[in-house]
């Protein structure tokens, strides 16, 4: 022998168990990776789902109905409500010739629960209001 001397089992055993503890490490961040993305997809999806009906709604007016075209999301729907607008200053009229000023708000529901909700002050024609 030129002087190396071999591994006594108590050092293997102890680089099997700093490997171990390492390995664990790794899979429990992996896992709260995973879980964070998922969440964060979630997340994603139900804003996108109601960014799409607040977009529709703003675009054909709040008493439109949102078609399955637009909005075909098995499980889900979007609710929109029109309210009048609160803390305008002193002075200002809600109402100019036939233009309103209105608090459209659209919730997002899922399974009959609301998740979500945007709120957009909007100028509304009187009829769209009726």
Known sequence: MNGARPFTLLEVVLALAVLAIGLLA???LQNTAVLRVAKARDAWNR???LAQALEFHLLAGPKAPLPATVFDYP?????????EPEGLPAGVPAVQGQWRLATVTVDLIQDGQTVDA???????RSEDLE
């Not at 945007?118 to 509304?124: E, F, I, K, N, P």
């Open 118 to 124: 945007a709120t957009v002050d909007m100028l509304l």
């Open 75 to 83: 499980g889900w729907r979007a609710a929109c409500t029109v309210a």
């Open 26 to 28: 790794a899979m429990a």
């Open 47 to 49: 804003q996108h789902r």
